[in-house]
């Protein structure tokens, strides 16, 4: 059975840095890509970074350039994302999925598995 479980969330101070990571246990036969997601109260769950697993190449949402930086550990067959700095609007709860489609890997609807979320909470 497909697992994904996130860790490294906390309560964090503005200007800070923060790394998640995502822990994948019994990989989808046609992974394509992974991502990190986001949701902060009461808004849409958001697309952050992706990173296409084979190809190692990584894409972010324009409005996350600069901050975020997702990354892949090939033996640990995990994916990680760094924040720096911090910023209190990043108080969120933070998730990874996998996809096996080869569509738009920052929408969530094309997403197949989820871990269970990590919350993030960053204080000025």
């Known amino acids: 059975q497909v697992r994904l479980e996130e860790s490294g969330g906390g309560s964090v101070q503005a200007g800070g840095s923060l790394t998640l990571s995502c822990a994948v246990s019994?990989?989808?036969?046609?992974?394509?890509?992974l991502a990190w997601f986001r949701q902060r109260p009461h808004m849409n769950r958001e697309g952050i970074a992706t990173?296409?697993?084979?190809?190692?190449?990584?894409t972010n949402a324009y409005w996350a350039e600069g901050r975020f930086n997702i990354a892949r550990d090939i033996p640990k067959k995990s994916i990680s994302l760094q924040i720096n700095p911090l910023m209190p609007a990043d108080t969120a709860t933070y998730y990874c999925?996998?996809?096996?489609?080869?569509?738009?890997?920052?929408?969530?609807?094309?997403?197949?598995?989820w871990g269970e979320g990590t919350q993030v909470t960053v204080s000025s």
């Open positions: 999925a996998i996809s096996v489609k080869n569509e738009n890997c920052l929408k969530a609807a094309n997403y197949d598995y």
């Open positions: 019994e990989w989808p036969v046609n992974t394509w890509c």
């Open positions: 990173i296409y697993w084979h190809l190692g190449t990584s």
